[in-house]
């Protein structure tokens, strides 16, 4: 049939047949978004190749309850640093052992056969959907909807590999950004799922938008409810896995360099004059404040403490109300900052407190906060913990993956008994005296969870939450089917990382009201939901160190002290 003959057919068909025309069109246009989705994510892989965040992975093991559903009953702690330079690797902050053997995704059989246990870097792999071919010649894609994450329009889709395209591919639903095409979010497992020396697990794994068009992995969030492994032992569990530390460059003291400023020859000419010799108490104070600040800095330079920000205010409003109703004006000045660690722990440098971003997530109320706050002021006040050693900086001048072996904050019990003493003597006359067993209440619910989760109630630089059996003595009965009775939050429900600047802000929900018992959730991890935004340009507000005023503040005003606050079961926005 000749070319123009053909040409008068297909027009006859397409004449007849417009539903037809129509579906052609619009199958090339999925292709072709298609094809900008899967080059935009082996971009987006390379991109990520350049980065080394902190990664951490916490693990809970469920067991089957009538009442409460599936509650934890053991528990796994990982903090690693991530080198996607050379792959998938995780430099451990904490256990230097490893797994024995050769092995193959998160839950993985150790080369005897005798057990099974998991790997940090399974959790870590989980970042990327596919890094060996991620486009329309290894998948399939069918398109379901257009859906909002935040304020981010999505394209989704539903993946599947090719058959004989190999193993380790990714199986699940991908929300890609409708703006930039890029892959924010991603669900599913990879395939196969049960391999020779171990398991894939089911994941939800996020992004953000952390500069303009630079979206890097945030969140993993990890479950299995009906997995058996290789020896018929059922697999129930749930896991979190945060990144952060992305821009550790522009940490600590090297940000401030562009804003030094030259004096006039005049102005340095009157310091001078003035200038004077300290008295050896003040050198010994400077000395101690120096040693201080060098051990805040190495731990901001490497991502385990956040900058000065909003939640440093909160928290010191509670001290200064806690100082101004004892009478007492600690100088130097106490200062506050969070520990971006899991890790349920609080401990004092010098006259700086601080308290672990785990801690401050499942703290029910403020007068839960101030208790915490009172045994850390105790310690300051009564033992003096001394930073002399600190003072040489060939001693915090440490790896990143060293500090937790070589660095260690931790009293003794016997300081750890008199700074409870005095804990308790300062809580008694401060303005959460009449609030003091909604504390007695969080320490009896720590105090019930100690044999199920060691991993998250142990310190890894400081000190446990101390049980004082005062509060505990002031405290009502653990009453789950009681929903107005919130002893404790799931992990996530005050905090908000920022995984670019390490910046910490208070989590922003709406009050959320229990329908169950099991909805309460003490201490546990449920699934990520972070609202997805593009990045804004818009200066951050600015932040200080300084202490507020001294007065009485209606700190139970401030977050996270509100009783409506108490109730929320939130995830980081």
């Not at 965040?53 to 990982?78: A, C, M, S, V, W």
């Not at 609202?531 to 818009?538: A, D, G, N, R, V």
Request: proline share 6%.
């Amino acid at each position: 049939m000749r070319a123009w003959m053909k040409a008068v057919l297909l027009s006859a068909i397409v004449a007849s047949f417009p539903g037809w025309a129509l579906a052609q069109q619009a199958t090339s246009s999925v292709d072709q978004v298609v094809d900008r989705i899967t080059a935009r994510e082996q971009k987006e892989v390379q991109v990520i190749r350049q980065y080394s965040p902190l990664i951490e992975t916490y693990i809970q093991d469920l067991r089957p309850d009538k009442e409460l559903g599936n509650t934890p009953q053991r528990d796994h702690y990982f903090l690693g640093l991530a080198d996607f330079k050379k792959g998938v690797v995780d430099h451990s902050l904490l256990d230097k052992k490893g797994v024995r053997g050769k092995t193959s995704g998160p839950l993985s059989h150790v080369s005897d056969f005798f057990s099974s246990e998991y790997v940090p870097e399974g959790f870590l792999e989980m970042v990327f959907l596919d890094t060996g071919g991620f486009d329309r010649a290894h998948y399939h894609f069918d398109y379901v909807r257009k859906e909002f994450l935040g304020e981010v329009r999505c394209l989704v889709f539903d993946v599947e590999p090719l058959p004989k395209t190999g193993k380790g591919r990714f199986k699940g639903r991908i929300w890609a950004s409708e703006q930039d095409y890029a892959i924010v979010r991603f669900n599913g497992v990879y395939t196969p799922i049960a391999t020779m020396t171990g398991f894939n697990l089911h994941f939800d794994s996020w992004r953000t938008n952390m500069q303009p068009g630079l979206w890097l992995p945030t969140y993993v969030y990890s479950q299995e409810s009906n997995l058996k492994d290789v020896f018929g032992a059922q697999v129930r569990f749930k896991s979190q896995t945060r990144l952060w530390g992305y821009n550790l460059r522009a940490a600590g003291r090297e940000s401030e360099f562009a804003e030094l400023t030259v004096e006039a020859p005049g102005s340095i000419q009157d310091q001078a004059a003035a200038a004077q010799d300290p008295s050896p108490v003040e050198a010994e104070r400077q000395w101690q404040h120096e040693a201080e600040d060098n051990v805040i800095e190495r731990l901001q330079r490497s991502g385990l403490m956040a900058p000065s920000g909003p939640v440093d205010k909160v928290l010191a409003t509670v001290v200064n109300n806690i100082e101004y109703t004892s009478n007492i004006d600690i100088q130097p000045e106490i200062r506050c900052r969070v520990l971006l660690t899991s890790t349920l722990e609080s401990f004092s440098i010098g006259h700086t407190i601080v308290i672990s971003r785990g801690l401050l997530d499942v703290l029910p109320d403020e007068a839960s906060l101030a208790t915490i706050l009172a045994q850390e002021m105790g310690e300051i006040i009564v033992t003096k913990p001394s930073t002399d050693q600190w003072g040489f900086n060939d001693l915090t001048n440490i790896p990143t993956t060293e500090i937790m072996e070589r660095l260690s904050f931790k009293d003794t019990q016997h300081d750890a008994d008199l700074a409870n003493q005095k804990a308790v003597e300062l809580l008694k006359n401060s303005p959460y005296k009449d609030k003091l067993a909604n504390a007695g209440l969080f320490l009896k619910q720590l105090d019930a969870e100690q044999k199920a989760l060691p991993a998250l109630i142990s310190p890894k630089l400081g000190n446990r939450v101390y049980v004082a059996q005062q509060l505990l003595n002031t405290a009502p009965q653990i009453q789950m089917a009681k929903l107005d009775q919130i002893s404790a939050l799931p992990l996530g429900g005050r905090i908000k990382l920022d995984a670019w600047s390490d910046k910490v802000d208070m989590v922003k929900t709406r009050p959320v009201a229990l329908i169950s018992e099991r909805e309460k959730m003490p201490f546990e991890v449920t699934p990520f939901l972070p609202y997805l935004s593009y990045y804004s340009t818009s200066p951050a507000a600015a932040t200080a160190d300084a202490k507020p005023e001294a007065k009485p503040a209606e700190a139970t005003t401030q977050p996270p002290a509100t009783e409506t606050q108490t109730q929320q079961q939130a995830q980081p926005q």
